[in-house]
């Protein structure tokens, strides 16, 4: 995806004119043209365009919801964070491993918020009340907030927000290049910015609709020179041949476009290629042509909190893929704090 999300439809609540936001996204998608309806809930849109499954769930990947974010009761969000931020819901990108396809169901459109001042009170709230330890809040829980906030700003709103906190800590994840409005965020080093990454394989295979590597780890560049906090999330790790080339390529290519004062304070998470029963069922009902890997035969399983197991790597593969990425972070980057491997 070389050119921003823009979305075929847009939905609006009512009351969402009645936020400033809410008004001003109107106006855009007026005067751009964008067909508008109204909703009664962003959680009931009905009547989406599309005869089969597979149409309906790729246009409702290009809709756009207008709502107000009405439970201002943040979720936890373990393991890096303290609570998630809710500024947006969906995502435009068409990974076909993703999580978002089986909690988002039905509802597969991209939602966005207008009621930030009351989402950002409530944020101050949840710091005040664990004062004096640091509040962190992760913003890309269930979508990819970065691919969208060229159209809001919410994101970047959130961040001055938080920059001008003394306890607060904002994060995010995106697979998308459209950072340049927010390089002059007044940031004051409060929110640590991250790009998923993966092998090239893995990107052309299973991530159609988001930004090529080469543009993320530009982007990258970008970010570091902006003076925020970096961090790279390597997911899902994959086996296909020739993985540790691509791996270690991946590295090679950081470490060219990194400036050297940014390495000081770089965060890697690695998470290993998981799949449950429910969700191989809509990945294949989602991309049926898919040429992910997901036979049960060749996993471990394990049990999971909630009743629903994981099919992971065998012990000896989880060891392998271990020892080349520790590795590859070592060489390339050893100063930069691994946050978890899973």
């Known amino acids: ?71 201002l009761k943040f979720d936890t969000s373990k393991p890096s964070a303290e609570y998630a931020i809710p500024l947006a819901t969906g995502c435009m990108g068409h990974c076909h491993y993703c999580y978002l396809q089986t909690t988002m169901g039905s509802k ?7 009621n930030v001042e009351e ?20 913003a890309a829980c269930t979508s990819d907030i970065v691919g969208i906030d060229h159209l809001t700003h919410s994101l970047k709103r959130t961040i001055e927000h938080i920059g001008q906190t003394e306890l607060g800590r904002l994060r995010f994840v995106t697979k998308f290049h459209f950072v340049d409005h927010l390089l002059d965020a007044k940031h004051n080093g409060n929110t640590r910015f991250r790009f998923s990454v993966n092998a090239d394989y893995v990107i052309k295979n299973f991530e159609p609709g988001t930004s090529p590597l080469d543009k993320r780890i530009e982007a990258a560049g970008k970010v570091a020179r902006a003076g ?32 050297q ?19 191989k069922r809509v990945i294949e009902k989602n991309y049926p042509k898919t040429k992910l890997e997901l036979d049960e035969e060749k996993r471990r399983y394990k049990w999971g909190k909630y009743g629903i197991g994981k099919y992971i790597y065998q012990k000896d593969e989880e060891d392998e893929i271990k020892s ?19």
């Open 108 to 114: 597969p459109y991209v939602r966005t918020y207008v």
């Open 324 to 342: 080349h990425l520790y590795g590859y972070m070592e060489k390339y980057f050893p100063n930069a704090k691994l946050e978890y491997f899973t």
């Open 228 to 259: 925020y906090p970096l961090g790279f999330i390597v997911a899902p790790i994959y086996l296909h041949e020739g993985w540790e080339e691509g791996y270690r390529h991946l590295f090679e290519r950081l470490d060219e476009e990194l400036p």
């Open 261 to 279: 004062d940014a390495r000081e304070d770089i965060t890697f998470e690695f998470i290993q290629h998981r799949f449950t029963k429910p969700a």
């Open 1 to 71: 995806m070389n050119k921003p999300f823009m979305p075929r439809l847009v939905y609006f609540e009512p009351n969402a004119l009645e936020y400033p936001l809410g008004q001003e996204l109107k106006e855009k998608f007026d005067k751009l043209g964008i067909e508008t309806r109204f909703t009664t809930s962003h959680n009931q849109v009905r009547n989406l365009p599309g005869d089969t499954d597979a149409q309906k769930y790729r246009i409702a990947k290009t809709t756009l919801v207008v709502g107000i974010r009405k439970t």
């Open 119 to 138: 989402i950002l009170n409530a944020a101050d709230q949840y710091i005040e009340e664990r004062a004096p330890e640091i509040t962190r809040f992760e």
